[in-house]
């Protein structure tokens, strides 16, 4: 059964950095894009990063130049590197990993910016 698991999550003050992982395990498929996505209390999920196994990377306007997302050479593990957070950064981020040609959402990951 295929799993895709988040981690990394934690208390960080403004201006610091976390890095999340999105690891899909019991599957010989490689991940073919994952998309971070991010939900705060109130508030809808919102796509804020994407990646495909080519590649090919894209961000929404908030994180421009602050996060990056990065797939290791195995093709399972997908990863969020964020930095100079914010305090609107905070947020549950969930990991959404089409695996072949299945969607497959991981539980979450809170990360919560603040002094």
């Known amino acids: 059964q295929v799993q895709v698991v988040e981690s990394g999550g934690g208390l960080v003050q403004p201006g610091g950095s976390l890095r999340l992982s999105c690891a899909a395990s019991?599957?010989?498929?490689?991940?073919?894009?994952v998309g971070w996505y991010r939900q705060a209390p109130g508030t809808e999920r919102e796509l804020v990063a994407g990646?495909?196994?080519?590649?090919?990377?894209n961000y929404v306007d908030s994180v421009k130049c602050r996060f990056t997302s990065s797939m290791d050479s195995a093709g399972n593990t997908v990863y969020l590197q964020m930095n100079n957070l914010k305090p609107e950064d905070t947020a549950c981020y969930y990991c959404?990993?089409?695996?072949?040609?299945?969607?497959?959402w991981g539980h979450g990951t809170q990360v919560t910016v603040a002094s």
């Open positions: 990646i495909t196994n080519g590649g090919s990377t």
């Open positions: 959404h990993a089409l695996v072949n040609a299945t969607n497959y």
């Open positions: 019991g599957t010989p498929f490689r991940v073919n894009a």
